[in-house]
């Protein structure tokens, strides 16, 4: 069965750390992998999408990395703000975007 | 303007009711997505367009339906609506010239029904 995981589900770090967020996929066939950030009722915004072919992608503060041959991705986030503060999800798409399995998400608090 | 609007973005109904969900996108993608998000879940697709002509069902379609009425706009359906359809819905959109298919989300449709 295709599974998504992101552990851990919640993390609460100071302001200023940097931090990584985990994504692991079952299946390591996947099409492209993309990364989302949510805030409390509101839709969800694109922050990252990496193909099957790159290994990283970088916007800014963020870089998301690729491993398929581990099932992993991870989201890395530089000097940490107190508005980085949301729920962040990993989404991934199989093979002619017929298939697209979202993980349950990282709830982030930083503390200032 | 927002490029994937929703509408209504909140919603109580009773069980039994037919209600419709509606998506708008001024974005010119030609693939259409309808999720549903559960507290505690991930997203969960429910039914997806490739185009106007082309619709295919999710992981989760029983009880659901949907109508692609142009490339720009796509509805979703619950025909007789019950508590467990209580949940938030998302419409996303992304684009397959180039490969791409990057997903852009609309802002949520929050339904209740009682």
């Known amino acids: 069965k295709q599974e998504v995981t992101q552990i851990p589900a919640a993390l609460s770090v100071p302001e200023g750390e940097n931090l990584v967020l985990n994504c692991s996929f079952t299946?390591?066939?996947?099409?492209?992998l993309q990364w989302f950030r949510q805030d409390p009722g509101k839709g969800l915004t694109s922050l990252l999408l990496i193909q099957s072919s790159q290994r990283e992608q970088t916007s800014g503060r963020l870089n998301a990395s690729l491993d398929k041959s581990s099932g992993r991705s991870t989201l890395y986030i530089a000097a940490s703000q107190p508005g980085d503060s949301a729920t962040y999800l990993c989404a991934v798409m199989y093979s002619s975007a017929s298939k697209i399995i979202f993980g349950s998400g990282t709830r982030l608090s930083i503390r200032p | 303007d927002a490029d994937v609007t929703q509408t209504p973005r909140n919603r109580i109904t009773k069980t039994g009711k037919r209600i419709m969900l509606e998506c708008s996108q001024t974005?010119?993608?030609?693939?259409m997505y309808w999720y549903r998000q559960d507290p505690g879940l991930g997203l969960r697709l429910i039914y997806y367009?490739?185009?106007?002509?082309?619709?295919n069902k999710g992981e989760i379609s029983d009880g659901y339906s949907v109508s692609r009425q142009a490339q720009a706009k796509f509805s979703l359906s619950l025909e007789s609506a019950i508590p467990n359809q209580t949940a938030l819905y998302f419409c996303?959109?992304?684009?397959?010239?180039?490969?791409?298919?990057?997903?852009?989300f609309g802002p949520g449709t929050r339904l209740t029904v009682t």
């Open positions: 367009s490739f185009d106007v002509k082309d619709i």
């Open positions: 299946d390591s066939a996947i099409y492209n």
């Open positions: 974005k010119g993608h030609d693939r």
């Open positions: 996303a959109t992304s684009r397959s010239a180039g490969g791409n298919y990057e997903q852009y």
